[in-house]
C-alpha cells in the first residue's frame, strides 16, 4: 500500500456514497484514514499531538492500540506533555526499560491514576487494552470515576458512564476484546467536547459535579468554532481582502494560519481549532454543510469558460462512465489558483492536480473553484546553504529561504512538516506554486517499487503485477523490460526511474551448486524459491555474480562459494534471462547498516522474540517489522534436504516465542524484506481460529503428488484445505474424523503441514480441562446455569467457571444425526445440561477470552 499521504484529494467515490457532501481535505490525513470513519478524530488528534501516524505517515487504524499508546493518549488529552516530558527516563515498573520512549508518560498516567500498573507491580508496555480499559481510562480523564464506581465499578460502571456521557458515541466496542487505534481515537475525540466532573466538596462534604470545563479548552487550550471562513489572505468571497498573507478571516474573526493548511478552504463552514494564541491549527468542513464535488485531473472530461457560461464536466467513473457528469458555475465565482486569489483565465484544464468546486449557498451553482494544479520535483540535491532543491529533470530550482518575508513555503511529508534538510537523493517532492511563486506547498514521498515493466495496457504500466502511471514530469519514455527503482509521487505516479541501484527480490535458498564438465560447461544451482519450490537452473556460458559481470561457470563457482571450501546453504537473489539460464546471482553482504541499495544480511540473532502487538522481531542488536509481504524462509538448522523447507509469512510468527533468525535486506523504516527462520516448531499457532472436522478425502495435487482434503467449519463458516502430504489429518495412529476439533498450521501457498487436536469426538463423554498452553486452555463439561451474556460450567465435580460469551464463535454438533451434524449456531443455543436431552460445551480460552464455543450433543 502507498503509504504517502495523497495530497490532492480525489473524492469522486465520496461525491456518489455522501451525496455531494464536502470532503476535500484541509490538512495531513494519513492516507489510511482518508475518507473512513476514523479521518477526523485522527485529523484533529494529529492536530493536537494526542495521537500521530508513524514514521511512514500511516495512522494504522485497525491495529491495536498498547499500554503504553494508551498511557500517551491519555496524558496528553489531559494536557500533560509537558510534564511527561520533564519525568521520562525511568519507571518504577521493572518491566520498562530505561529510555523507554513512553517512561515520562507511564509516569504521569500512573501518578494521575488513570492507567495503573498490575498486582504483580508491573506495566506490560506492550501488551494490548482492551475496549473496556479504554473506555476506563478515558472516564478516569475526564473525573466521571465517582459516577462510574457508584454505577458499579469496573468494568460495567465505567461503559455505562461512558456511555451516558456520550464518550462511546459511534463506537461499537466489545469489552473484553482488544481495542484498535482507530476506535481509541473516536473515543479520545468525543472526550475532548465532554464536560467534565469536578469535586466540589471537601471533607465531609465530598461532591461530584459536572462543569463547564473540557478538556479541548481547559487542558489543551483549544478553542473550537464552527463558520464560514470568508477570506484568506489576498482572496476573499467579495473579491477584496486587507488581510495578511498568514491571516483567515473566519465569519467575523481575524486568525493567524501558522503551519495550517489553508489553501483551499475560501467557502467553506469549517470546524475551526485555535490555539490560546489565537493561531488556527486546523480548518476542515463542517458535516453536513457544504456542497462540493473535488474531481483529479485525469478526470476533467471538458471545461466551458466564457463571460456568459462556466461548466466542468468530468468522469466520475473514469473506466465506466458512458457520458460525463456536468456541473454548473457561476459566471461570476471566485477562483483561487494554487491558494492565491486567481483570474477568470485559470479555470482551465490542468496535467495534474485536481479542480474543486464550492456552492456556498447551495442554489446548485457553484460560485467558488479552487484550481489546484501540481508539479513534481525528484530531488537530486538539496544545498542547504542557498536553500536550493536540485531537480534530477532540469525543472527550475526550488528556493525556500526562511529570511525571504514574501515566501510561504510549507515541506510535510506523512503527516509532518519537514526542514529540507530531512530531504534526501530520490525524495518526491508534489508541489503547488502560486503563480507569484510566493506560495508553495510541497508534500514529499520516498515511497519507491523495485522490479521490471512486464506488461503494459493503455497508459498502465505492470511491475510484479501491479498497475502504476507515469507522472507528467518525468521526461523519459517507459519500456517493457525496463528495470530497476521506480520512484512514486503521492498519487502513486512514476515520478523517476533509478536503473542503476536494482536489488532484486528474488530470493531463494542456495541448496546446492556445481559445474558441470564436457564440451559445454555451465553452472548448475539447486534453489529452494520464495514460492516454495526446489529448482534446479543451468547458466550459459557467462554469470554475473555480486556486480561483476561476464564470469566463467568456474569462476562463477568460485565467487558464490567464497571462502568455504565447498558450497554453503545460503540465501541469494538471482535473475534468469528469456531462456530460464541463469543470468545474475547475489550474496549477501553482511552488515547492520541498511543500505537499499545492496543485498544485506542486516541481522544474525537467537532467541529474539516475537511481538503480535507491533508485528515486531525484537533482538538485542535490532528490532525489525514483519510485514505482510516479508519472505519468510523456514530452513531447519542441520537439515540439507528442501523437502524439509517451507515458506512462511508473517502469520507463522506466535506473540511471545523465540526464534533464531538471519534478517535480510531491511528497509529505512526497519522492515525486512526476508528472514530464515532456523527453528520452527512445527505447531500450529495459538491464536488461530480452531477447525471441526466435517470430511476428508484422497486427492492428488498438480505435481502428482498424493494429498489429502479437509472440509471443516472455521470462522463460522465452512471451508476447505489441502495438505502439503498425507498422514497429516491423523490422531495418534487414526484418521481424524468428524467432530474433531483441531488448529491447523499452513504454508504460504495455504497448504495444512500439520495439525494440533484440542478435542477427539470420541471422548465426547469424558469431561476434561487441559492447559495446552500458559495462554490456552480448553474446557470439556456441563452448564449449570444461562445468563444473558455469560453461562456457568462445570467440568466433572470440579469447579464451576463463569465464561463471558463476548464475540465467541458458537457452533452445534449433533452426534445423533447421520447428515449435516455441524451447523454454526449463536448465543441462544446454550442451555443448562438436561438430563433427557444430554449435551456437553467445549470452551476455547485463549490469552483469557472465549474463542469458540461447540454445543455437543
Request: contains cysteine; negative net charge.
Amino acid at each position: 500500500m502507498l503509504k504517502c499521504r495523497k495530497f490532492i484529494a480525489s473524492v469522486l467515490t465520496s461525491i456518489m456514497t455522501f451525496s455531494m457532501m464536502a470532503t476535500a481535505v484541509f490538512a495531513a490525513v494519513p492516507s489510511d484514514v482518508a475518507n473512513t470513519k476514523y479521518e477526523e478524530a485522527a485529523e484533529v488528534l494529529g492536530v493536537l499531538n494526542v495521537m500521530v501516524g508513524d514514521d511512514t505517515g500511516a495512522f494504522r487504524p485497525d491495529d491495536a492500540i498498547i499500554r503504553s499508546e494508551a498511557a500517551k493518549v491519555a496524558v496528553a488529552i489531559s494536557g500533560l506533555t509537558e510534564v511527561a516530558n520533564v519525568t521520562s527516563g525511568t519507571t518504577k515498573y521493572p518491566d520498562v526499560f530505561n529510555g523507554h520512549w513512553a517512561t515520562g508518560f507511564i509516569n504521569v498516567a500512573t501518578d494521575q491514576k488513570m492507567v495503573v500498573g498490575d498486582t504483580a507491580g508491573t506495566f506490560r508496555p506492550d501488551d494490548k487494552i482492551t475496549y473496556a480499559e479504554a473506555v476506563t481510562i478515558l472516564v478516569r480523564a475526564l473525573g466521571y470515576e465517582p459516577q462510574a464506581q457508584a454505577k458499579g465499578g469496573f468494568p460495567t460502571g465505567y461503559l455505562v458512564t461512558g456511555s451516558d456521557i456520550g464518550l462511546t458515541k459511534g463506537v461499537s466496542g466489545t469489552q473484553n476484546k482488544a481495542v484498535s487505534r482507530g476506535d481509541i481515537a473516536r473515543l479520545a475525540y468525543n472526550a475532548l467536547t465532554i464536560n467534565m466532573m469536578e469535586q466540589t466538596g471537601f471533607g465531609n462534604d465530598v461532591n461530584y459535579e459536572v462543569v463547564e470545563k473540557t478538556l479541548l479548552a481547559d487542558k489543551l487550550n483549544v478553542e473550537k468554532i464552527v463558520g464560514q471562513v470568508k477570506a484568506v489572505g489576498n482572496a476573499s468571497l467579495d473579491s477584496s481582502s486587507n488581510l495578511n498573507k498568514n491571516q483567515i478571516l473566519i465569519e467575523d474573526e481575524i486568525y493567524e494560519t501558522g503551519s495550517a493548511d489553508v489553501r483551499q478552504v475560501l467557502g467553506f463552514t469549517v470546524d475551526a481549532y485555535i490555539n490560546e494564541d489565537g493561531e488556527l491549527l486546523l480548518a476542515r468542513p463542517s458535516e453536513g454543510k457544504n456542497n462540493s464535488v473535488t474531481v483529479p485531473a485525469e478526470n476533467i472530461a471538458e471545461i466551458t469558460n466564457t463571460e456568459s457560461k462556466k461548466e466542468l464536466q468530468y468522469w466520475a467513473d473514469l473506466d465506466n462512465d458512458k457520458k460525463p457528469t456536468k456541473e454548473a458555475i457561476h459566471k461570476d465565482a471566485t477562483i483561487l489558483y494554487n491558494g492565491k486569489a486567481g483570474t477568470a483565465e485559470d479555470f482551465k484544464e490542468i496535467d495534474s492536480g485536481s479542480i474543486t468546486l464550492l456552492d456556498t449557498d447551495t442554489n446548485g451553482s457553484h460560485d467558488v473553484v479552487f484550481v489546484n494544479e501540481t508539479v513534481n520535483y525528484v530531488v537530486e540535491e538539496v544545498v542547504e546553504s542557498s536553500h536550493k532543491i536540485v531537480d534530477k529533470y532540469g525543472q527550475k530550482t526550488l528556493v525556500a529561504d526562511p529570511e525571504d518575508e514574501t515566501l510561504t513555503f510549507v515541506l510535510v511529508k506523512g503527516t509532518e512538516r519537514i526542514e529540507i534538510g530531512d530531504l534526501k537523493e530520490w525524495d518526491v517532492i508534489t508541489a503547488t506554486i502560486s503563480k507569484d511563486g510566493d506560495l508553495v506547498y510541497a508534500e514529499v514521498c520516498n515511497e519507491s517499487v523495485k522490479g521490471k515493466i512486464s506488461r503494459k495496457s493503455n497508459d498502465t504500466y505492470y511491475i510484479d503485477g501491479k498497475g502504476y502511471k507515469v507522472a507528467k514530469n518525468y521526461p523519459n519514455a517507459v519500456n517493457l523490460e525496463d528495470e530497476g527503482t521506480f520512484y512514486l509521487d503521492v498519487e502513486g505516479k512514476i515520478a523517476a526511474v533509478d536503473s542503476e541501484t536494482t536489488v532484486s527480490s528474488n530470493y531463494g535458498y542456495l541448496v546446492d551448486a556445481n559445474v558441470s564438465s564436457g564440451m559445454d560447461e555451465y553452472l548448475e544451482i539447486k534453489v529452494f524459491t520464495k514460492d516454495g519450490k526446489t529448482a534446479i537452473y543451468k547458466s550459459g556460458s557467462k554469470v554475473k555474480v555480486n556486480g561483476t559481470s561476464a564470469l566463467s561457470p568456474e569462476d562463477a563457482f568460485d565467487a558464490v562459494k567464497g571462502d568455504a571450501e565447498k558450497i554453503v546453504g545460503q540465501l541469494i537473489t538471482f535473475e534468469l534471462n528469456s531462456s530460464d539460464e541463469i543470468k545474475e546471482i547475489n550474496t549477501a553482504t553482511v552488515s547492520s547498516t541498511i543500505d537499499e541499495g545492496k543485498f544485506t544480511m542486516n541481522m544474525q540473532e537467537d532467541d529474539v522474540v516475537y511481538n503480535s502487538a507491533s508485528g515486531k522481531l525484537v533482538g538485542s542488536s535490532m528490532s525489525v517489522n514483519v510485514a505482510k509481504d516479508t519472505v519468510v524462509f523456514d530452513i531447519p538448522a542441520g537439515k540439507t534436504d528442501s523437502s524439509d523447507f517451507a515458506i512462511r509469512n508473517s502469520d507463522f510468527f506466535v506473540d511471545g516465542d523465540k526464534y533464531n533468525v538471519l534478517v535480510f535486506d531491511v528497509t529505512e523504516d526497519r522492515t525486512a524484506n526476508a528472514i530464515i527462520v532456523t527453528n520452527s516448531t512445527g505447531i500450529a499457532n495459538e491464536e488461530s481460529a480452531i477447525a471441526i472436522v466435517d470430511e476428508i478425502s484422497q486427492g492428488r495435487n498438480e505435481d502428482g503428488d498424493d494429498i489429502e482434503h479437509l472440509y471443516a467449519y472455521q470462522n463460522g463458516k465452512k471451508v476447505e484445505f489441502t495438505t502439503v502430504d498425507t498422514g497429516i489429518l491423523v490422531k495418534g495412529d487414526k484418521a481424524l474424523e468428524q467432530g474433531d476439533v483441531i488448529q491447523i498450521k499452513t504454508n504460504a501457498a495455504g497448504e495444512i503441514e500439520n495439525i494440533t487436536l484440542l478435542f477427539d469426538i470420541s471422548t465426547k463423554d469424558t469431561e476434561a480441562e487441559v492447559e495446552v498452553s500458559d495462554k490456552t486452555t480448553t474446557y470439556y463439561g456441563k452448564v449449570t446455569k444461562k445468563f444473558s451474556t455469560s453461562f456457568n460450567m462445570q467440568v466433572g465435580d470440579g469447579t464451576v467457571h463463569n465464561f463471558a460469551i463476548g464475540d465467541a464463535l458458537v457452533y452445534e454438533i449433533d452426534t445423533a444425526k447421520s447428515r449435516n451434524q455441524i451447523t454454526a449456531a449463536d448465543a441462544g443455543d446454550i442451555q443448562k445440561y438436561d438430563e433427557l436431552d444430554p449435551s456437553r460445551v467445549f470452551v476455547r480460552v485463549y490469552n483469557n477470552v472465549v474463542q469458540e464455543i461447540i454445543i455437543i450433543k
